[in-house]
């Protein structure tokens, strides 16, 4: 196996860029089970439970707001979530106008 006649020493190897690499893929993975969650849960509400559209999308807002407190995520997910809902927000409104 490995003799004795190595160049390794313990501890000496630089890991910046392994570091980097995990803390990112950890960040992209908080960040994209919130944001499946919210996906989820808006369907739920007004598929399952039966509630309108608007508080459906309401509570999913605090929701997200309540997730990125708990998650000390970023100013970049209120903003994501602040846009979501406005984008949400118009395509209900004009599927109600087709459906009325």
Request: glycine share 12%; aromatic share 12%.
């Amino acid at each position: 196996m490995a003799g004795g006649n190595s160049d390794y020493q313990r501890g000496t190897m630089e890991v910046g860029a392994q570091s980097g690499t995990f803390s990112g893929f950890m960040s992209g993975t908080v960040y994209g089970g919130a944001a499946v969650a919210l996906v989820v849960i808006m369907p739920t509400l007004v598929f399952a439970v039966g509630m309108h559209w608007l508080p459906a999308l309401v509570a999913t807002v605090i929701l997200g707001f309540v997730l990125g407190m708990a998650l000390k995520l970023k100013g970049a997910w209120y903003v994501s979530i602040v846009a979501a809902a406005i984008f949400t927000a118009i395509v209900c409104a004009i599927l109600s106008l087709f459906a009325a």
